[in-house]
């Protein structure tokens, strides 16, 4: 690696070939905060969005468009919905998003599209500032890494650059994300001007100024989209009414199955940044445990040959999406909830998932496996997982209350109301 000073722009690069992240020295021009979002691409897209609002509890935040990318015969030949959903369980703008799988299928997207078993549309990692950003799209191309979009999004505002992993799951890192308030509302269409397909020229106009300057430009900055309506709220949870009995306070880990470990570790560690946590092994077959934070696992990589074994749908490379609940009086009721809703649960082996307790496998319409679980296992200062022998024993009959771990609530809180 050299120093030139046309590597990075923000972090500047230290003779040993490392780099100044916010004054932090890394050995890449930024630092991946946490999962962000996430997307599937749906056959059953309406049975999808029933599932992860009426029942997880996620508020459509905005609705793109698929046709405009369309031509007339797609349109005709296509089934819909040909729209795009964004949905949010906090203020970001967005954590997951739903597509139809019939126009991903048809209609290719440049760079991405490239293995027909993948059904996540996007894997999202959040970083500190707009710099780390540009500076990435610059490290990437000199890691013979290939961007695949970079720019700045709408629906949501987020600064971006896309790559592909060995697999061909598309990883996002953003920045800026918008915020959802109190009234519920995202940002007006008439401020979606502000999106751009290229590395913007940089510094940016912040977030206050971007606004003003639509306000004077005449656009009714509290048009925006607003969910108008919601199931009832029939449940006191804890003191506040919810259609449902728990609510999603965190996403993630992501939990994928790929085809060469050593290749999606290599990506993962060497490009992306991940730490390794921990492995385990199932029926002779290795999984690996990465992590970003303090959280034990922020991705597990998993070998093809466990979705068989598992029974998992053949139909997706994602093992699962991890979603947090607030307590664990919560995951009970939500593991209730969803068998009176008639959601398929299904039986994974525990210790495919170290570093959470117990866990509600819920499948939805599509087959894909939500994981709902209440505590993460939090890594210290050492660095080093508990050990496995300190771990809670986890009953087939759930208990009613639990004992607390040492780091039991902690990690990233949610800050907002439950509803």
Known sequence: MTTSDSDTRYAPINEDGRYAVGGVMRDRPFKIQRLGHFGFDMME???????????????????????????????????????????????????????????RQNVKRPGRDSNPKITLNQITWQVSNLGEISDAIRWFGR?????????????????????????????????????VGWDGRSKPREMHDRAFHEPPPMPQMSEWDEVNAAIARGVDINSGHRVSEHPAADYDVQGILL??????????????FVEDMDSALRFYTDILGFTPTESVTWKGLTAQML????DHTAVGLYPMEMREKLGLSPHSTCLAIGMQVANYRQLRDARDFLKDEKVTLVDLPDELFPGVDYVVNARDPDGHIVQLYDYMEQIGWDGKPRPATERRTLAADWPETLDPHGDSNMGEPFLGPWG
């Open 45 to 103: 897209v309406e049975k999808g969005l029933r599932f992860y609002t009426d029942l997880l509890g996620f508020e459509i935040t905005d609705v793109l468009d698929a046709a405009r990318r369309m031509t007339p015969e797609q349109i005709a030949t296509i089934p819909g919905p040909h729209k795009g959903y964004f949905m949010r369980y906090g203020s970001d703008h967005h954590a997951m998003v739903l597509f139809n799988r019939h126009i």
């Open 143 to 179: 890691q013979n890494q290939t961007v695949i979009k970079e720019g700045r999004d709408m629906p949501g505002s987020n600064s971006h650059v896309y790559l592909n992993d060995p697999d061909g799951h598309t990883n996002e890192l953003y920045y800026g994300i918008e915020q």
């Open 243 to 256: 259609p449902r009995p728990f609510k999603v306070v965190r996403l993630g880990p992501m939990r994928l």
């Open 291 to 294: 992590r970003c934070s303090t």
